[in-house]
């Protein structure tokens, strides 16, 4: 659990974490471990990025990160849903910059908790799947893929549904007239 959060506060990559996790304590109990330690990194960076840099980023970007802004106070528990469901995003980005949002903090980790799950139990399913095929299972490496697969459309999906800043902005702007 501290590998994880040291390396999601240095930003490392999760997915070789969420791999060896896997490996070493196979996909429940690996899903469990990653999950807590994720959850854990997750609201450290939050707070550490909330507490020290918010107004100081809020006052450098301004224009185009009101809009971004408003658009996370607004949809922040689903935003946070869907990017936690995709894998190249590093975890510890997407925490230091949700950080410097206005999202709710119960949005926020409502969000996480939700997307995390689904996040990680491919790569976990896939660090347990390649000891599995090594005793010659290839079902686990094969439902990890799907789950995998799964994921990459959904948030496609929903990526594409999604609105502008810039409209999530003038929505914002147009409720607190």
Request: glycine share 12%.
């Given at each position: 659990i501290l590998l994880y959060v040291l390396g999601t506060l240095l930003i490392l990559p999760s997915t070789p974490l969420n791999l060896t996790g896997g490996a070493i304590f196979g996909a429940w109990w690996g899903t469990l471990w990653t999950t807590v330690a994720a959850i854990i990194a997750a609201i450290v960076a939050f707070?550490?990025?909330?507490?020290?840099?918010?107004?100081?980023?809020?006052?450098?970007?301004?224009?185009?990160?009101?809009?971004?802004?408003?658009?996370m106070h607004?949809?922040?528990?689903?935003?946070?849903?869907?990017?936690?469901?995709?894998?190249?995003?590093?975890?510890?980005?997407?925490?230091?910059?949700?950080?410097?949002?206005?999202?709710?903090?119960?949005?926020?980790?409502?969000?996480?908790?939700?997307?995390?799950?689904?996040?990680?139990?491919?790569?976990?399913m896939m660090g347990s799947g390649l000891q599995a095929l090594s005793r010659g299972n290839i079902l686990p490496l094969m439902f990890a893929f799907t789950l995998t697969s799964m994921l990459v459309g959904v948030a496609t999906w929903y990526r594409r549904r999604r609105q502008s800043p810039a409209a999530a902005l003038k929505k914002t702007d147009q409720k607190n007239r």
């Open positions: 707070a550490f990025t909330r507490t020290i840099g918010r107004d100081l980023i809020a006052q450098k970007l301004a224009g185009r990160w009101e809009a971004i802004d408003a658009e607004q949809g922040g528990l689903f935003y946070m849903f869907a990017i936690r469901l995709l894998p190249i995003i590093p975890y510890g980005i997407v925490n230091f910059a949700a950080g410097l949002t206005s999202i709710r903090f119960r949005d926020y980790l409502v969000g996480t908790l939700l997307g995390t799950v689904p996040g990680v139990l491919p790569f976990v």
